[in-house]
């Protein structure tokens, strides 16, 4: 079974500041995480993707998470905030060793304030 | 190409109708999908085809009927909805099953009156 928890459903930033969105997962297997993006009325965009290979991964438009196992977390961070970062963010789970089921976290909404 | 292209953008439809979702994608994936997602809420996982045959049904209600024609090409054919399946519909694709970041389309914005 696995499962994934995103602890915060809104967080508010201004631009230019540090962004974290904070996920928590729980699998039976080693799990591959990801996270995606979604801008209003569009569908979901890969950011990064952690497969047991480095722990601090980078994504695209500035992105990074770090898998912290002894944590069972995967929070996303961004070193500074931009207009266009305004989203809803989504943390993903699935787990190695044949297929299982993607799971999707409930989603955090990011607002960055100009 | 790394999209997945769905088309339409926008449906609406009645109770009555039969209309037909459509999704497209060159990248030589072999598992494509179906989600559902309602307003402020996760996706969920309606379908799965893998090698072009379905592999999982999430429950989904008859009036929804998943059509994998050959492996670029996913339909979702609609028969006699209901106003609680309006919903941004999700098509993606991966590589394979197991284990594989999932592209998106940009979804179909379904309303049914």
Same mark, same amino acid.
């Given at each position: ?23 928590? +997962?729980?699998?039976? $297997? ?5 996270? +995606?993006?979604? *801008?209003? #009325? ?7 993707? $952690? ?9 695209? /438009? ?12 995967? *929070? ?21 060793? %044949? ?5 999707? %976290? ?9 | 190409?790394? @999209? ?12 009555? /109708? ?5 999704? @497209?994608? *060159? ?42 024609? #050959? ?28 284990? @594989?970041?999932?592209?998106? %389309? ?8």
């Amino acid at each position: 079974a696995q499962s994934v928890t995103q602890l915060d459903s809104h967080v508010s930033v201004s631009e230019g500041t540090p962004v974290l969105l904070r996920c928590n +997962y729980s699998s039976s $297997y080693s799990p591959s995480l990801f996270w +995606y993006v979604q *801008h209003p #009325n569009k569908g979901l965009q890969l950011l990064l993707k $952690y497969t047991s290979a480095a722990t601090l991964v980078k994504g695209i /438009n500035g992105f990074e998470a770090e898998f912290k196992k002894s944590e069972t977390s995967f *929070h996303l961070t961004k070193p500074s905030a931009h207009m266009s970062d305004a989203a809803e963010y989504f943390c993903v789970v699935t787990a190695s060793g %044949g297929y299982q089921k993607v799971t999707f %976290g409930t989603g955090t909404k990011l607002q960055v304030i100009p | 190409d790394t @999209e997945v292209t769905q088309t339409p953008k926008h449906l609406v439809m009645g109770m009555t /109708n039969k209309k037909s979702l459509k999704c @497209e994608q *060159h990248m030589g994936h072999r598992a494509m999908y179906w989600y559902k997602q309602k307003a402020k809420k996760p996706p969920e996982l309606m379908f799965v085809y893998s090698y072009e045959k379905l592999s999982i049904n999430e429950s989904v209600p008859s009036r929804f009927s998943p059509e994998c024609p #050959n492996s670029s090409l996913l339909n979702l054919h609609l028969h006699a909805l209901q106003p609680e399946d309006s919903a941004l519909y999700l098509c993606a694709s991966s590589a394979t099953r197991a284990n @594989e970041k999932l592209f998106f %389309g940009s979804g179909t914005q379904l309303s049914v009156l």
